[in-house]
């Protein structure tokens, strides 16, 4: 008995060590499991004052830009947005893959009817397989032009950069100015029918800067050490704008965009077009002149429209112990300006985007689709539509201007498309015949056809679970080329080639990029040329995709993809929560 006790015992204790031993990853992956992160975004009317001009301004917890986000990549993330502004809002987090919770993504009704005013939301969602820079906005109307900050991802804990860890990192943040306020703006040319009035300014972090009136105090500076390496986070939230940025007698490395890691490369300049994020090495010099440097941005622009032709510039100021405070110290040094581009150097914009590869190696891989199950060929520019009966509008020959994707102006529908979809009660909110390719061709970026008017309708592409979707952006020339940032929710793509003038199914496909193309969310449509890009549609759910020059958007440049579920419940989306604000 007493040898059949300890066999027993000894079988117990070996049980128990196999378990310890089998549970040790599930140990491994808790210790690195996320964690819940919480904040309260409170949407409040500040008066704010620039350019010599104040006004009331809509804002998140009384800032311009408002708070970042920070999450470890793994991370779930709820932040309960309070509504006390005169405007119904959304926010969307611009970049998050939102894998299943497409309630959380923000688009005003596409993923959810607007918060009022005096209600709230939960916005509640996971990071999952991202680390990187985003940034967050409003998605309602202009609501973005003051409604908007950065999302910081860090790696996993344990898990480095790959490249040299900074000194620091410091979010830098373009944005637009307006002395008037921007809902009047818009609200404006889409009654007129013609452009909408240009911002007054650029600015860096919420502040104009030294070169316009009256904003010499309202500078961004950027303290720093010499010798030490510091990871700017560059965020172009600008409404309207694509734009160049350099820092003055300074060199830097590009290391990440839209929160995926590329090999890295030395530039003097960057370009982003709104939306879109860039993370930089800056080292700084072992022994810098006696001088302040500017950090410049200014616009790329390429259509026929007016724009905001200014500079907005902040100030990068090393640290000099025997100085009492950094404003003294301006007037001691020389000030250095950068070397800009000049306004539409496309040739400039075609190389950078050209050097951006993605890493493609073991621990980040670029998963491609290297097969393509669906193709679409989709053509993106302006149009007119007609001018309504007894009124004068101000677009081409009496019309109004308008945009659009296969010649379909997107209007939205006043219920949320993705409570439609769940419910399956679709009519009368959208349908699912969005043409695949362009109902008229022609030839898109040589003399413009006859007839420029567009069709209006609230239409759709349904895609099935897992499906590789591979889609052509073709710009148009109607009423002139110009660079068309498109920005798709829900997903990144791979950006596998571009070219100038019309698409060549025949011979462009050749040229494409299978090995290690830039993987990202915002992808320039180069002004008066095409680019391809593929997917994979393994998120179900409702995405929007749309042109992240708000006034494109406003007048329809946008479509919706809408994938349906898988079969294995994590390729399901989940039910809408309790709280989802109500049309």
Same mark, same amino acid.
């Given at each position: 008995?007493?040898?059949?006790?300890?066999?027993?015992?000894?079988?117990?204790?070996?049980?128990?060590?196999?378990?310890?031993?089998?549970?040790?990853?599930?140990?491994?992956?808790?210790?690195?499991?996320?964690?819940?992160?919480?904040?309260?975004?409170?949407?409040?009317?500040?008066?704010?004052?620039?350019?010599?001009?104040?006004?009331?301004?809509?804002?998140?917890? /009384?800032?311009?830009?408002?708070?970042?986000?920070?999450?470890?990549?793994?991370?779930?993330?709820?932040?309960?947005?309070?509504?006390?502004?005169?405007?119904?809002?959304?926010?969307?987090?611009?970049?998050?893959?939102?894998?299943?919770?497409?309630?959380?993504? /923000?688009?005003?009704?596409?993923?959810?009817?607007?918060?009022?005013?005096?209600?709230?939301?939960?916005?509640?969602?996971?990071?999952?397989?991202?680390?990187?820079?985003?940034?967050?906005?409003?998605?309602?109307?202009?609501?973005?032009?003051?409604?908007?900050?950065?999302?910081?991802?860090?790696?996993?804990?344990?898990?480095?950069?790959?490249?040299?860890?900074?000194?620091?990192?410091?979010?830098?943040?373009?944005?637009?100015?307006?002395?008037?306020?921007?809902?009047?703006?818009?609200?404006?040319?889409?009654?007129? /029918?013609?452009?909408?009035?240009?911002?007054?300014?650029?600015?860096?972090?919420?502040?104009?800067?030294?070169?316009?009136?009256?904003?010499?105090?309202?500078?961004?500076?950027?303290?720093?050490?010499?010798?030490?390496?510091?990871?700017?986070?560059?965020?172009?939230?600008?409404?309207?704008?694509?734009?160049?940025?350099?820092?003055?007698?300074?060199?830097?490395?590009?290391?990440?965009?839209?929160?995926?890691?590329?090999?890295?490369?030395?530039?003097?300049?960057?370009?982003?077009?709104?939306?879109?994020?860039?993370?930089?090495?800056?080292?700084?010099?072992?022994?810098?002149?006696?001088?302040?440097?500017?950090?410049?941005?200014?616009?790329?622009?390429?259509?026929?429209?007016?724009?905001?032709?200014?500079?907005?510039?902040?100030?990068?100021?090393?640290?000099?112990?025997?100085?009492?405070?950094?404003?003294?110290?301006?007037?001691?040094?020389?000030?250095?300006?950068?070397?800009?581009?000049?306004?539409?150097?496309?040739?400039?914009?075609?190389?950078?985007?050209?050097?951006?590869?993605?890493?493609?190696?073991?621990?980040?891989?670029?998963?491609?689709?290297?097969?393509?199950?669906?193709?679409?060929?989709?053509?993106?520019?302006?149009?007119?539509?007609?001018?309504?009966?007894?009124?004068?509008?101000?677009?081409?020959?009496?019309?109004?201007?308008?945009?659009?994707?296969?010649?379909?102006?997107?209007?939205?529908?006043?219920?949320?498309?993705?409570?439609?979809?769940?419910?399956?009660?679709?009519?009368?909110?959208?349908?699912?015949?969005?043409?695949?390719?362009?109902?008229?061709?022609?030839?898109?970026?040589?003399?413009?056809?006859?007839?420029?008017?567009?069709?209006?309708?609230?239409?759709?592409?349904?895609?099935?679970?897992?499906?590789?979707?591979?889609?052509?952006?073709?710009?148009?020339?109607?009423?002139?080329?110009?660079?068309?940032?498109?920005?798709?929710?829900?997903?990144?793509?791979?950006?596998?080639?571009?070219?100038?003038?019309?698409?060549?199914?025949?011979?462009?496909?050749?040229?494409?990029?299978?090995?290690?193309?830039?993987?990202?969310?915002?992808?320039?449509?180069?002004?008066?040329?095409?680019?391809?890009?593929?997917?994979?549609?393994?998120?179900?759910?409702?995405?929007?995709?749309?042109?992240?020059?708000?006034?494109?958007?406003?007048?329809?440049?946008?479509?919706?993809?809408?994938?349906?579920?898988?079969?294995?419940?994590?390729?399901?989306?989940?039910?809408?929560?309790?709280?989802?604000?109500?049309?």
């Amino acid at each position: 008995m007493d040898s059949l006790m300890r066999a027993m015992a000894v079988m117990s204790v070996m049980i128990c060590v196999l378990s310890a031993m089998g549970s040790l990853p599930q140990l491994a992956e808790a210790k690195h499991a996320g964690i819940t992160r919480h904040y309260k975004f409170n949407i409040v009317a500040e008066n704010i004052r620039r350019l010599c001009h104040t006004k009331p301004v809509v804002t998140v917890n /009384g800032q311009v830009p408002g708070p970042t986000l920070v999450a470890r990549e793994g991370d779930r993330v709820l932040v309960k947005v309070v509504n006390h502004a005169q405007y119904n809002i959304t926010i969307h987090w611009h970049g998050v893959r939102q894998l299943q919770s497409g309630w959380a993504d /923000g688009p005003a009704y596409v993923t959810q009817c607007p918060i009022q005013t005096g209600k709230t939301y939960v916005y509640n969602f996971t990071i999952t397989g991202q680390r990187g820079t985003l940034l967050w906005h409003a998605h309602a109307s202009w609501l973005r032009s003051t409604v908007y900050g950065a999302i910081v991802i860090l790696p996993k804990r344990h898990v480095p950069f790959p490249f040299p860890k900074p000194h620091k990192d410091i979010p830098i943040i373009f944005g637009e100015w307006w002395n008037v306020d921007p809902e009047a703006v818009i609200s404006q040319a889409l009654q007129t /029918g013609g452009a909408p009035n240009v911002s007054d300014a650029y600015t860096i972090n919420g502040h104009p800067g030294p070169l316009y009136n009256c904003s010499a105090k309202d500078t961004f500076r950027l303290m720093v050490e010499p010798g030490k390496t510091y990871l700017l986070r560059l965020i172009n939230a600008a409404l309207n704008d694509e734009l160049f940025f350099s820092i003055a007698n300074h060199s830097l490395t590009v290391v990440e965009a839209d929160a995926i890691y590329v090999k890295p490369f030395s530039t003097n300049v960057v370009v982003l077009a709104p939306g879109q994020t860039t993370n930089v090495l800056l080292t700084t010099k072992s022994q810098p002149a006696n001088a302040t440097f500017l950090m410049s941005a200014r616009p790329y622009a390429t259509g026929p429209a007016t724009f905001d032709n200014s500079t907005t510039a902040g100030i990068l100021q090393y640290h000099q112990t025997n100085l009492t405070s950094p404003s003294s110290s301006t007037s001691k040094f020389r000030l250095l300006s950068p070397t800009l581009p000049t306004i539409n150097d496309t040739n400039f914009v075609t190389s950078f985007t050209q050097k951006l590869k993605s890493l493609a190696n073991n621990q980040f891989p670029a998963n491609v689709p290297q097969k393509v199950d669906k193709q679409f060929f989709f053509t993106v520019g302006l149009g007119t539509s007609p001018c309504p009966k007894n009124q004068t509008c101000q677009g081409p020959n009496g019309t109004k201007l308008t945009a659009s994707i296969n010649n379909v102006s997107f209007v939205l529908p006043s219920i949320a498309m993705l409570q439609a979809h769940f419910s399956a009660k679709l009519a009368g909110v959208y349908t699912t015949d969005f043409p695949n390719n362009p109902p008229f061709p022609f030839n898109y970026t040589g003399s413009p056809p006859n007839n420029t008017m567009v069709i209006s309708g609230t239409k759709t592409v349904v895609l099935k679970f897992n499906t590789s979707v591979e889609v052509v952006l073709q710009d148009t020339g109607i009423l002139g080329a110009e660079s068309h940032p498109l920005h798709l929710h829900g997903f990144n793509f791979f950006v596998m080639g571009q070219g100038f003038g019309n698409y060549d199914p025949s011979k462009d496909p050749a040229k494409f990029n299978l090995v290690d193309p830039m993987e990202r969310n915002t992808v320039g449509v180069p002004s008066g040329g095409w680019v391809a890009i593929r997917f994979l549609a393994d998120n179900p759910g409702v995405w929007f995709m749309h042109c992240h020059l708000e006034v494109h958007t406003s007048w329809g440049l946008k479509m919706a993809w809408v994938v349906m579920d898988g079969k294995l419940p994590n390729q399901k989306l989940l039910p809408p929560p309790s709280d989802l604000p109500q049309c």
